[in-house]
């Protein structure tokens, strides 16, 4: 009752309860729905919305090779997880790359969609994948968006 009453006020208010705030993964910043609960699963950021029917992962990752050009390690990333069917973007003004699919969902309970997005700006890598109920597709398409297009680079601390 107090919850569903908060998100009434919240949403009255103009807050949604997809309202993004900024928060950082290692050396990248990116917006995240602020009601959503963080975690750490298996080294991945994982973010999970209040409902249960949408998460996603957050990894980041350094570059082993010195110098290397932020395209060619995009290259390198879309090579090494299939590089089919992504659409080749700019995210935080780097190289980057998104692509959709619908899978069976592990229990059976149906379909889900997933929204990928990689990048790399030449010294480290990182991915955001969203997973959501293909029935709340219309809910959480757009936060999926905002979510994989919001991330930038941090400078490493002390510089």
């Known amino acids: 009752m107090i919850a569903s009453t908060l998100l009434t006020v919240m949403l009255a208010a103009g807050g949604s309860a997809d309202a993004l705030t900024n ?72 190289p980057a790359a998104f692509k959709s699919d619908t899978d069976a969902a592990p229990d059976g309970s149906g379909n889900v969609d997933t929204v990928t997005y990689v990048g790399c700006n030449g010294k480290t890598t990182w991915s955001v994948v969203f997973y959501m109920e293909q029935g709340k597709k219309d809910r959480f398409a757009a936060v999926a968006e905002k979510v994989g297009t919001s991330v930038t680079f941090t400078p490493p601390k002390g510089k």
């Open 23 to 94: 928060v950082s993964v290692k050396n990248v910043s990116l917006k995240a729905p602020a009601a959503w609960t963080r975690s750490n699963t298996e080294g991945s950021e994982k973010f999970l919305a209040p409902s249960g029917d949408a998460y996603f992962l957050v990894d980041v990752g350094t570059v082993q090779t010195a110098g290397m050009k932020a395209e060619v390690c995009r290259q390198k990333i879309l090579a090494s997880i299939g590089g089919t069917s992504w659409t080749m973007v700019k995210v935080g003004g780097q």
